[in-house]
């Protein structure tokens, strides 16, 4: 690793970028997926997961929704996990369906380099694990019971996203100045735009897709790697 590479601190909607990209591209046997729940979200806060109970458990066959939600400290802090399908594991609030970071190794020893595949990995590994593997699960198609998970995980990712996005006044107040440290490309722009052309002339990708944003800042970031080599 060069000194440039050791002082390289990826800003988080690069990184949540780069995971876009890879849950679009699939997951091992796919028995683990994930991606946005709004792709015109540029804040790319709030997430959805899947996992298929693995096999020779009390888990096997069921499929598990799940939502993630990262602030705008991820990755430095790990996301809010729900579980919106009713399950019973030791890590997990029995009444909200949340994992509980105390009771989740993964989330108590937090790294900035984990994923949200990692964390999606590490709770099937969970429901493997012993204390997990015989507990009695609720009935399949416990609609109210998981509606109402839904709806409290729902209420908690608004009360989040109030404070990770501005208010209307505070976009009023500087319109231009908030949309350029609220776009997808502005935060990239900011911490490399100096530092090469290729990136100080990157717009952020305008109306174009998120997937397609991310494209074009990859390939104005592999020229700023070309500089350095």
Partial sequence: ????????????NFRLLEELE????GIGDGTVSYGMDDADDIYMSSWTGTI???QNTVHEGRIYQLKLFCDKD???????VWF???IN???VNQETGMVEPGLFPMLVNWHREYTMEDILLSLKKEMSAPQNRRLHQPPEGSDDQTMEQKDL??????ILESKLHPTRDELAKNKEEAQKTSSVGGEMVNYLGQSHPALGQWDGGGEKSTAERCSLYKAA???VVRAYL
């Fill in 52 to 54: 298929i109970g693995p």
């Fill in 89 to 91: 594991m030791t890590c």
């Fill in 74 to 80: 991820y990755p430095d802090k790990p996301p809010a």
């Fill in 22 to 25: 890879r849950g679009e591209k």
């Fill in 153 to 158: 995980a729902q209420r908690t990712i608004e």
């Fill in 84 to 86: 919106q399908t009713r």
């Fill in 1 to 12: 690793m060069t000194s440039v590479e050791s002082r390289v601190v990826v800003p988080r």
């Fill in 221 to 223: 970031c592999e020229k």
